[in-house]
T-cell receptor, first 108, second 116 residues
């Protein structure tokens, strides 16, 4: 089955430290992967998509087909990065399937 | 409105009652999605609409759950004979494109359902 796994439910790092949120997927073919973020009391929103190869708010994510991973990284964490992060995979070209989510807390 | 609108924002109901949750997507968005967000389960796909038709209902947990969309716009998710395990936040999203890999999903604020 095509699915997304986020092994960490909780992740806590200090401000200024590097951040890596893990995402692994199972998919036969060329996956389309995304990271969505939900800040406190805000709506779930798109952070970045792998096809764009973009950096948003200092975050990047590289698709590693060999390791079937799409980890989200930021070199220096900021307090405003505290949020719930979801990795997502397009399944069947029609729907977006999400992982269980990782709650990131940045400590001052 | 500028974004996806969901109502009610909060609903408390007794076990066995029926509930209806409404989603008003962004005007012009052809695709509409329902997800369920609960602790420990992440975001669970329920159903997807393209226009008024639902090509994928595979995520509906049981036959107590149903959804419809009329006029290519508003959608209603109905849960009959609610159970305590139905307690969750129900999220609606819409997209301009039919396929999420070309279009971004825009989410509503959700409807929090509590079944006592």
């Amino acid at each position: 089955a095509q699915r997304v796994t986020q092994p960490e439910k909780l992740l806590s790092v200090f401000k200024g430290a590097p951040v890596e949120l893990k995402c692994n997927y199972s998919y036969s073919g060329s996956p389309e992967l995304f990271w969505y973020v939900q800040y406190s009391r805000q709506r779930l929103q798109l952070l970045l998509r792998h096809i764009s190869r973009e950096s948003i708010k200092g975050f990047t994510a590289d698709l590693n087909k060999g390791e079937t991973s799409f980890h989200l990284k930021k070199p220096f964490a900021q307090e405003e990065d505290s949020a719930m992060y979801y990795c997502a995979l397009v399944q069947g070209a029609q729907k977006l399937v999400f992982g269980q989510g990782t709650r990131l807390t940045i400590n001052p | 409105g500028a974004g996806v609108s969901q109502s009610p924002s909060n609903k408390v109901t007794e076990k066995g009652k029926d509930v209806e949750l409404r989603c008003d997507p962004i005007s012009g968005h052809t695709a509409l999605y329902w997800y369920r967000q609960s602790l420990g389960q992440g975001l669970e796909f329920l159903i997807y609409f393209q226009g008024n038709s639902a090509p994928d209902k595979s995520g509906l947990p049981s036959d107590r759950f149903s959804a419809e969309r009329t006029g290519g716009s508003v959608s209603t998710l109905t849960i009959q004979r609610t159970q305590q395990e139905d307690s969750a936040v129900y999220l609606c999203a819409s997209s301009l494109q039919a396929s999420p890999n070309t279009g971004e999903l825009f989410f509503g604020e959700g409807s929090r359902l509590t079944v006592l």
